[in-house]
């Protein structure tokens, strides 16, 4: 089975911080995407990545920036912390070519203060 | 309009019951359809997955699809409280968004009484 492990599950942080969600996969996939979950917003997708240095916004890129120097790694950057970026951070894979299944990590509960 | 559209429930219903839960869609492009299970306070997991229309069944699940209509929806036979959960629609985009793009509705909730 797929697995995406996302390095943190909690944090906090405070207005103004420099943030990093790390995510790995070890299927050896191409796609991976970063999505929040907000309630009554369910999930928008912020950045995908198709290749190892190839990126594409998604819906909701705005103050998030990504990282992919690596195929099975993804990154996602929050270059100064706000507190509308509190939410449910989820990291998923795609598998490649395909069903077009999106696997989940655990996900990265975010507070910012 | 939105592009994935779920009532958000809750869907009640007691055991052993059949649930039905349904899911309609904006773009026409749009050709892989999912459903995924989300429990409270975990990441969503994926129940299933039907690309042409008409049913697909894995065990007490059956995906039903319906591209003239823009629908799908999920059914569950002889649901069981462990089932109760918020079901996610997902939808891949069309050739303009890109398949790889999967667009989610809100969810509904399911409970199921014992």
């Known amino acids: 089975d797929v697995k995406v492990t996302q390095s943190s599950r909690y944090l906090v942080k405070r207005t103004g911080e420099k943030v990093f969600l790390e995510c790995v996969q070890d299927?050896?996939?191409?796609?991976m995407f970063w999505y929040r979950q907000d309630p009554g917003l369910g999930l928008r997708l912020i950045y995908f990545?198709?290749?190892?240095?190839?990126?594409e916004k998604g819906d909701i890129p705005e103050g998030y920036s990504v990282s992919r120097e690596k195929k099975e790694r993804f990154s996602l950057i929050l270059e100064s912390a706000s507190t509308n970026q509190t939410s449910m951070y989820l990291c998923?894979?795609?598998?490649?070519?395909?069903?077009?299944?999106?696997?989940f990590g655990a996900g990265s509960r975010l507070t910012v203060l | 309009q939105k592009e994935v559209e779920q009532n958000s429930g809750p869907l009640s219903v007691p055991e052993g019951a059949i649930a039905s839960l349904n899911c309609t869609y904006s773009?026409?492009?749009?050709?892989?359809f999912f459903w995924y299970r989300q429990y409270s306070g975990k990441s969503p997991e994926l129940i299933m997955f039907?690309?042409?229309?008409g049913d697909k069944e894995d065990g007490r699940f059956t995906a039903q699809l319906n591209k003239a209509s823009q629908y799908v929806s999920l059914l569950i036979r002889d649901s069981q409280p462990s089932d109760s959960a918020t079901y996610l629609c997902?939808?891949?985009?069309?050739?303009?968004?890109?398949?790889?793009?999967?667009?989610f509705g809100t969810g509904t909730r399911l409970l199921v009484s014992p």
């Open positions: 998923a894979s795609m598998n490649n070519p395909g069903a077009n299944v999106l696997t």
């Open positions: 299927m050896d996939h191409e796609n």
């Open positions: 990545s198709y290749d190892v240095k190839m990126k």
């Open positions: 773009d026409r492009g749009s050709q892989s």
């Open positions: 039907i690309y042409s229309n």
């Open positions: 997902a939808v891949s985009g069309g050739m303009n968004t890109g398949f790889q793009k999967l667009v």
